[in-house]
C-alpha cells in the first residue's frame, strides 16, 4: 500500500470498533483514524480520540457532549452529537472509507449517506442490507462504491471469489458454530437464561449478535445480506452447522469445484482483509494449524427447533419490506430477552406473529423501510405487553 487509507469508524466502542483499532494500531502506516463514533460509552470514546487523534469524534447520545467536548476540544479534535451528526459526519471529504459497526437498524441511514458521499465501505452491521439491501447495492452501483464485507462468512465467501468474478456462482455455503445451544431440543430452549446465550463457544462478540447467533437469527441475516453482496437467489444460498468454527464459509462453482476460506476465529483477519483489499497485510495474529484441529465437522441446521433461520429464509424469499419486518421485530425482542422480560423461544413466535401483522410493501423505497421498521417496532412491544 502507499498512500495511508483515512478511515472512519461508525461504532468505534463496540467489539468491532475495538479490534479494528487494534489493525490499525498494528499498521499505523497503513491507515489513519478521520472520525470515532459511538452512541453511548463516551469514556471509551474520548480514551481512543485522546490516542489516535481523529479530525472528529461522534457522540451519537447528546447529553454526553458536553463530557466528551471538554475532553477533546483542547486536542483540536472536533466533536458533534446525534444521528444527524452521524449521518453527516460521513461525507467529510478527508474520509477514504468508512467502517460501519454500529448495531441494528442505526447503520442504515449513515451508511446511505457515506455511499452517496462516495466513500468505500466497509460494512460490519449486516442489518443495513437485510433491512434495505435492493436500495443500498442499487445506490453503491450508482455512486461507483465498493462494499467490501466484514462478517467473517461474507469475507471468507469475498476472498474466495477473488480471481473468479467471471466464474458463474453455483451456490454458496455459509457456516454456523451452531452457538452454545448447538443439538438442544425445544424443551431444553423453554428454560435457557440469557447468562446461558450470551456464553458463544467460539466468538468473542456484543449482547446482541451473541443472542442472535444462539437462535440462528445471525446467521438467518447472514443469509439474506449474501443475497445482496453476491447477487444471488435464494435457492444459490446453503447453510451449514460446522462447530469448529475454522472454515469460515464456501463457494462453488458451476464445475463442482468448492473454495473455503479457513482460519482460527478472529474478527481481525476479515476487518484487515476489507480495509486493506486488494492487499493482504502482514499480521502477528496466531496461526492456525491443522495438527490441533485433526477433526472438523459439520451437520444440517435444524431450522424447526431453531425456527429463526427459516423465518429469514422466508423473508427473503417474499422479498419487498419482509425482511425488514424480520430485522426490526428481532431487535425488539432480543432486548426483551436480555431484560428478561419474554423466553428464549418466544423471540421466534413473536418475529413470525409480527411478520404476519405488519402490511407488506412490494417495493419499498427509502420512506417505506423506516415506516415498517417504526410499525413492527410497535408491533412487536404490543405482543410483548400482551403476553405478560
Known sequence: MTEAKRVAILGSTGSIGTQTLEVIRQ???????????AQNNCDLLISQALE??????????????EKVKEALIPHDI?????QKALEQIV????IDVVLTA????????????AIKAGKQIALANKETLVVAGDLVTSLAKEYGVNIYPVDSE???IFQCLVGEFHNPIEKIILTASGGPFRGKDRAFLETVTKAQALKHPNWDMGAKITIDSASLMNKGLEVIEAK???????????????????VHSLVQFEDGSIKAQLGLPDMRIPIQFALSYPHRLKSDFERFDFINYPNLTFEQPDKKTFRNLQ????????????????NASNEVVVDAFLKDQIGFLQMSELIAETMDRVDFVSKPNISDYISTDEQARIVTQELIKRNK
Open 27 to 37: 499498521h499505523s502506516d497503513d491507515f489513519t483514524v478521520e472520525v470515532l463514533t
Open 52 to 65: 489516535f487523534i481523529p479530525n472528529a469524534v461522534v457522540i451519537g447520545n447528546p447529553s454526553n457532549y
Open 78 to 82: 472536533k466533536v458533534f452529537a446525534g
Open 91 to 94: 461525507e467529510m471529504e478527508t
Open 102 to 113: 454500529l448495531v441494528g437498524y442505526s447503520g442504515l441511514l449513515p451508511t446511505i449517506s
Open 154 to 156: 461474507h469475507s471468507a
Open 228 to 246: 445482496w453482496l453476491f447477487g444471488l437467489k435464494t435457492s444459490q444460498i446453503d447453510v451449514i452447522v460446522h462447530p469448529q468454527s475454522i
Open 311 to 326: 423465518l429469514a429464509f422466508d423473508a427473503l424469499e417474499k422479498g419487498g419490506n419482509a425482511a425488514c419486518i424480520l
